[in-house]
């Protein structure tokens, strides 16, 4: 039995990603604790969503079709290797409409910034972690910008998230001109090798990023 604030998070969002959860490998208990428990409800009630116009994505359990699930998302090969040891010890099941990640850390959940490597402290658990988002889910998903984006380019594709064309770490500006529809994962690794290359870095210091696009900044 679901706990109110995750019962509503489930009745708003989209229909699941898949098909009936099995359940999470032991050693994922073992290791995150009672959020683990929580989360395997919650896929169990529905097995990933999108929620708040698409800026909210839950991972399902299992990959299938164009959704990845979270043992996937969570393996070194995929995008985590990119961050190196800004990575460790974190749990990823979730991400706002940026790409911004929502993890387990040390039995609790915290977010985590693409573009820096950075975590904050969210919620003690995943049911005040789903009250936080449903208080506040302009700022934690990113939705107001998001849907503006969609209003002018249509609706972001499954499987794919709006990455910065210059960070909003290194003054991106918060518009739809500085957002560009990129696969998750691609976005997640080209981030990573910035991530860390400025995580050492004095406040204040001029960096040079390039996406990699060809109408994209320097």
């Not at 529905?46 to 116009?53: H, P, S, T």
């Not at 979730?94 to 911004?100: I, K, L, R, V």
């Not at 889910?137 to 249509?154: C, D, I, K, S, Y």
Request: aromatic content about 8%; overall charge negative; charged content about 20%.
């Amino acid at each position: 039995m679901l706990a109110q604030s995750l019962q509503k998070l489930v009745a708003l969002a989209s229909a699941p990603l898949c098909h009936s959860a099995r359940a999470l490998d032991p050693s994922v208990h073992k290791r995150e604790g009672s959020v683990a428990t929580e989360l395997e409800a919650l896929l169990k009630a529905k097995n990933g969503f999108y929620a708040f116009e698409g800026a909210l994505h839950v991972l399902s359990m299992q990959s299938c079709h164009e959704s990845i699930g979270i043992e996937e998302w969570n393996s070194p090969e995929l995008w985590r290797g990119a961050y190196a040891d800004l990575a460790r010890g974190l749990w990823f099941f979730a991400e706002d409409a940026f790409g911004g990640q929502f993890c387990v850390r040390e039995g609790v959940v915290c977010s985590f910034d693409p573009e820096t490597g950075a975590t904050q402290y969210v919620a003690p658990n995943l049911e005040d972690w789903a009250r936080a988002i449903l208080d506040d889910f302009e700022v934690l998903t990113g939705h107001p910008l998001a849907r503006h984006w969609q209003v002018l380019n249509g609706a972001i594709p499954s499987g794919k998230r709006l990455v910065p064309r210059i960070p909003f770490a290194c003054g991106g500006q918060y518009v739809p001109d500085n957002l560009m529809l990129l696969d998750a994962i691609e976005g997640m690794r080209l981030r990573g090798e910035v991530a860390r290359q400025i995580a050492h870095l004095p406040p204040g210091t001029r960096v040079r990023f390039e996406l990699g696009s060809d109408n994209g900044p320097e």
